[in-house]
């Protein structure tokens, strides 16, 4: 069983700055993909950032260029760095890997407001 964590949401004004880390993964390997969705208030869980087990990285295009998905070898976690936040950036965030089943965090909520 793999159990997902993630930590560091919060508040923050536009423009501002999160960084959002996933504990429980272990390794970057270990799975087949590893990364961050987030789900909007009356809206569907959308990917935001995947890192797969060869190394590719993809973003949604409503992110790209500003957040960075990334792998910490000295916390054994899986991070995202989000810059240049935006009010729609507003959502809870999961983390998310899958190898022959999907697991899930139990998320994280990011409010971006004035």
């Known amino acids: 069983q793999v159990h997902l964590m993630e930590s560091g949401g919060g508040s923050v004004q536009p423009g501002g700055s999160l960084r959002l880390s996933c504990a429980g993964p272990g390794s970057p390997f270990r799975f087949v993909a590893l990364g961050w969705y987030r789900q909007a208030p009356g809206k569907q869980r959308v990917p935001v950032a995947l890192l797969q087990r060869t190394g590719s990285i993809s973003y949604s295009d409503s992110v790209k260029g500003r957040f960075t998905i990334s792998w910490d070898n000295a916390k054994n976690t899986l991070d995202l760095t989000m810059n240049s936040l935006k009010s729609e950036d507003t959502a809870v965030y999961y983390c998310?890997?899958?190898?022959?089943?999907?697991?899930w965090g139990q998320g994280t909520q990011v409010i971006v407001s004035a």
């Open positions: 998310y890997a899958i190898d022959n089943t999907e697991f």
